[in-house]
Nanobody
Framework: QVQLVESGGGLVQAGGSLRLSCAAS????????IGWFRQAPGKERESVSS????????YYADSVKGRFTISRDNAKNTVYLQMNSLKPEDTAVYYC????????????WGQGTQVTVSA
C-alpha cells in the first residue's frame, strides 16, 4: 500500500520559514518524480515545485522562485520543501504527489498539511 505523509506545516509570521517533508512508503521511491502542490480556500490547486526521480531536475512556480527549495533524500524516501520568506499568499494546504514521468494526476497523493502565514 502506497502512502505519502506530509509534515512540517504550521502557523508562521510573514517573513518566516517552514520546512515541509513528504515521506513515502510502499513504492520504489527512487523511480518517482515528486511534486508539491497547494490549494488555498476558494482557489484551484496549483503546482508549487517538483523534483525528478534522480534530483537532477527541479521546477518552481514563478510565485515561489528564489524563496522555496525542493530536495530529496532517496535513502530516506523523503522529499523536502524548504520555504523561506513566507508571505500571507502562501497560506494553503500543501500536498505532495508521486508519479512516474510527472503524471501526477494519475499518481499517489498525500493528505496534505496546512500552512498558514500571518501578516
Amino acid at each position: 500500500q502506497v502512502q505519502l505523509v506530509e509534515s512540517g506545516g504550521g502557523l508562521v509570521q510573514a517573513g518566516g520559514s517552514l520546512r515541509l517533508s513528504c515521506a513515502a512508503s510502499g513504492l520504489t521511491f527512487r523511480r518517482y518524480d515528486i511534486g508539491w502542490f497547494r490549494q488555498a480556500p476558494g482557489k484551484e490547486r496549483e503546482s508549487v515545485s517538483s523534483i525528478g526521480w534522480s534530483g537532477g531536475y527541479t521546477y518552481y512556480a514563478d510565485s515561489v522562485k528564489g524563496r522555496f527549495t525542493i530536495s530529496r533524500d532517496n535513502a530516506k524516501n523523503t522529499v523536502y520543501l524548504q520555504m523561506n520568506s513566507l508571505k500571507p499568499e502562501d497560506t494553503a494546504v500543501y500536498y505532495c504527489a508521486a508519479a512516474l514521468y510527472s503524471a501526477y494526476e494519475a499518481g499517489y497523493w498525500g493528505q496534505g498539511t496546512q500552512v498558514t502565514v500571518s501578516a
